[in-house]
């Protein structure tokens, strides 16, 4: 716990760097999420994205189980799974199961956008007769809570699947709804979920979070409305050295916006990069935080009291994993947070 009104948690996109590989990334994923644990991090969630060179995360459904059994006390989920890709009773399997490997530690982040181009999309689809559309995901939606809750109407086809899925008492994930935009911020509301909005995404999020809670209805999944905000943040040494960080994912999304998609380079060719391209940190009008652990833990405070949130994310692309874990380290001590041990 830290010593801030709001919990403080990470979402990892397993970045694959320049002259690594996969499995790399992956070793790096479970190295940060034990770090993070003994830190004394609320949560560790993992991202999904599809064909990219950069990030390693397509399936965090493949990655939490692995995580939650390399850690001890952490809250291990996804961030999210892009529910568009699946069937609704596969996922509330899936996440019955990883709820019986880790009982009471899962949650079960989940989204509507499809984590990469619309190409990809499509070829994630089992059924490519039809363009699936996107008006469907709160029916969908509403089915993986029932099935999770076993409360589908008695005449439903479906009614008896929630009982076949893995004995919940072993620990039923968490649902939340995660979102950029008005209509998950209405249908977290409308269904009573947690949520929470990506602001390293859209930093002009904060009317979301207004408009959750106009339209919040209790359920049983939360009695009032309860808000996370995830932001991009590097801590280091000096701020000077942050921004230096933070340069290797600037030059990928740089090119990501070219439409070439590169592993994320090392630390040297992103210096190299910047000299050739001023202001690189400035792009795509998105919120950084970045500087020493002094002044970073003012930048999330009041992130997390534009929002009003109860709890911050933090994410961050870096190139090398000894500084990535540094800067976490680093905000956890301007936080105060007690490590695991300790506790």
């Not at 830290?2 to 990334?25: I, K, N, Y």
């Not at 965090?60 to 952490?74: D, H, N, S, Y």
């Not at 893995?166 to 409308?190: F, I, K, V």
Request: proline residues 8%.
């Amino acid at each position: 716990m830290t010593s801030a009104p709001f919990r403080l948690s990470v979402l990892d996109q397993s970045p694959v760097s320049e002259g690594f590989t996969a499995a790399d990334a992956v070793k790096n994923t479970i190295d940060l999420a034990r770090t993070v644990d003994v830190l004394g991090y609320d949560r560790f969630w993992m991202a999904e994205h599809h064909a990219s060179a950069g990030l390693a995360g397509s399936a965090p459904e493949a990655l939490i189980g692995p995580v939650a059994l390399a850690t001890q006390r952490i809250r291990v989920g996804s961030g999210g799974i892009m529910l568009p890709h699946y069937s609704p009773f596969k996922v509330a399997e899936t996440f019955r199961l990883l709820g019986a490997i880790a009982p009471g530690r899962i949650d079960l982040g989940i989204g509507r956008a499809p984590g990469t181009d619309q190409r990809t999309a499509y070829a994630l689809q089992r059924d490519r007769s039809r363009r699936i559309p996107s008006d469907d995901f709160p029916n969908h939606l509403a089915e993986l809570l029932a099935y999770l809750s076993d409360s589908l109407p008695a005449d439903h086809v479906f009614a008896t699947l929630g009982r076949s899925l893995p004995d919940g008492t072993a620990g039923s994930p968490d649902p939340w709804l995660l979102g950029s935009s008005p209509d998950s911020a209405r249908w977290a509301g409308e269904m009573g979920l947690p949520y929470c909005i990506a602001d390293f995404i859209n930093p002009e999020g904060v009317p979301l979070a207004h408009l959750y809670r106009q339209h919040f209805q209790p359920s049983r999944w939360a009695d009032k409305p309860h808000l996370m905000v995830s932001s991009f943040a590097i801590a280091a040494d000096t701020r000077e050295e942050a921004e230096r960080q933070s340069l290797p994912a600037a030059m990928m999304f740089a090119h990501m916006m070219r439409g070439e998609l590169i592993k994320i380079p090392s630390l040297e060719r992103a210096v190299e990069w910047a000299i050739h391209n001023p202001n690189p940190l400035q792009a795509g009008n998105r919120r950084r935080i970045m500087g020493s652990p002094t002044e970073v833990r003012p930048m999330i405070e009041e992130v997390a009291a534009l929002y009003g949130a109860q709890e911050v994310m933090l994410v961050n692309i870096m190139s090398d994993h000894a500084a990535r874990k540094h800067s976490y380290r680093l905000i956890a001590e301007a936080f105060d947070m007690v490590p695991a041990q300790a506790a």
